[in-house]
C-alpha cells in the first residue's frame, strides 16, 4: 500500500468532518446585531474604574483556580474564551473538568479503533476529532439551551420591571424584585447584577458585565436602553414597555423561521450522518472488507471525492437555512 494516498484520504477525511461539523452547527447568533452594538458597548466599558475592578476580579478567579485548571489553561488553546463559553452553561464545570474529558474521550475512542483493527492515521483523525468536537458541542448545546430559556422568560422580566418602576419604585429595587421573583436563568442573572450592585458596583457595570457573559443581543437592547436612557432622561418605564413588545415580536420571527427551516435541517442531518452510520456499522459486521477502503487507490478516491461532494451538499444546504434577524 502506497503511503501518499492513504494519508490524502485520512486528511480528507477529517477535513469534511470538521466541515460537516460547521455545516450543521446551525445559524451564527445575530452577527449583524452585535455589529452594529460594538460601538456603543465600547463606550459604555471605558471608564478607569470598571476597567480596574474587573482587573481585580480576574486575579482572584486566578487565585481561585485549581491546579488542573492552570495545567489545562496552558495546554487548551485561548482558555479564557473557554472560560466565558463554560461560565455562559450555568454550570459549575471549569477549565481542568473539560480539559480532562476532552483528553480522556479522545483516548477512549482511539484505544475502541485500535482494539478494532483500524488504521493509525485514521484512528488518530477520528480520536481527535471526537474528542475535541464533542465536548465542545455539549457546552454549545447547554449555552443555547440556557439562552433560549433566559429569552423566553426576558419579557416578562422587563414588564415586571416597568410595572416596579410604575409603582414608584427605584430601578435597582426593581431588579432585586425580578431576581427574587421570576424562575431560571433571568432571575439568576438579576439576582448577579443586584448583589454586585449591593457590594458597590455601579449598575451600567454589572450589566455591562452580565451582557458580555450572555452574549445575547435581547439583553444588549435592554443594557443599551438604560444607559441612553440615564443619559439623556424620559420615561423608561415607557421605553422598557416598547423594548418587551419588540423582544416579542423578534421571538416569534424566530418562532417562524424555525419551522419553516426544521424540515431542511432535518434533511441536512439525515444525509450528512447517514454514509458515516452505514460505514461504521458494515465496519462493525466485517471489518475485512471496509479495509478494502484503505488498500485499493481506487476506493480511496472514489470515497474522498464522495466525502468532498456530500461536504458541498452540506454547505449549501447550511446557507439556505441560515437566516439573521
Known amino acids: 500500500m502506497e503511503i501518499v494516498p492513504f494519508v490524502m484520504m485520512c486528511a480528507g477525511a477529517f477535513l469534511v468532518l470538521v466541515m460537516l461539523a460547521i455545516a450543521f452547527s446551525g445559524p451564527s447568533a445575530a452577527r449583524v446585531g452585535s455589529r452594529r452594538l460594538t460601538a456603543v458597548k465600547t463606550r459604555l466599558t471605558t471608564d478607569y474604574l470598571t ?9 482572584i478567579s486566578m487565585g481561585r483556580a485549581t491546579r488542573m485548571d492552570l495545567t489545562m489553561g496552558r495546554i487548551l488553546p485561548n482558555p479564557a ?24 474521550l479522545a483516548a477512549f475512542v482511539g484505544l475502541l479503533l485500535a482494539l478494532k483493527g483500524a488504521p493509525v492515521l485514521l484512528t488518530l483523525f477520528v480520536a481527535l476529532f471526537v474528542g475535541i ?23 416578562d422580566a422587563i414588564e415586571l420591571l416597568v410595572r416596579g418602576l410604575r409603582s414608584g ?3 435597582t429595587e426593581t431588579m432585586g424584585v425580578v431576581g427574587q421573583e421570576v424562575e431560571g436563568p433571568v432571575g439568576e442573572e438579576f439576582r448577579m447584577v443586584s448583589d454586585k450592585m449591593k457590594i ?12 458580555d457573559r450572555l452574549g445575547t443581543p435581547e439583553f444588549q437592547f435592554f443594557v443599551i436602553t438604560i444607559a441612553i436612557q ?28 424555525k419551522a419553516m427551516s426544521s424540515e431542511s435541517k432535518a434533511s441536512a442531518y439525515i444525509i450528512g450522518a447517514l454514509p458515516f452510520i452505514v460505514f461504521g456499522l458494515i465496519w462493525y459486521i466485517n471489518g475485512g472488507y ?6 485499493d487507490e481506487r476506493l480511496m478516491v472514489a470515497g474522498g471525492g ?11 444546504m447550511r446557507q439556505m437555512i441560515n437566516f439573521e434577524i
Do not use: C
Open 51 to 59: 476597567q480596574n475592578m474587573e482587573a481585580q476580579v480576574r486575579k
Open 81 to 104: 474564551l473557554l472560560q466565558k463559553r463554560l461560565a455562559m452553561t450555568g454550570k459549575d464545570w471549569t477549565v481542568g473538568k473539560y480539559g480532562m474529558a476532552t483528553f480522556g
Open 133 to 155: 468536537g464533542v465536548p465542545h458541542a455539549v457546552v454549545g448545546f447547554f449555552i443555547k439551551r440556557r439562552i433560549a430559556k433566559f429569552t423566553a422568560k426576558f419579557p
Open 169 to 171: 419604585l427605584p430601578i
Open 200 to 211: 458597590g458596583r455601579t449598575m451600567d457595570a454589572a450589566l455591562q458585565e452580565t451582557s
Open 230 to 257: 440615564r443619559e439623556t432622561g424620559g420615561n423608561l418605564a415607557e421605553t422598557l414597555a416598547n423594548l418587551a413588545e419588540v423582544l416579542r415580536k423578534r421571538g416569534q420571527m424566530k418562532l417562524k423561521i
Open 290 to 295: 471496509m479495509q478494502n477502503f484503505f488498500i
Open 306 to 316: 464522495g466525502m468532498v461532494w456530500m461536504a458541498i451538499g452540506a454547505f449549501i
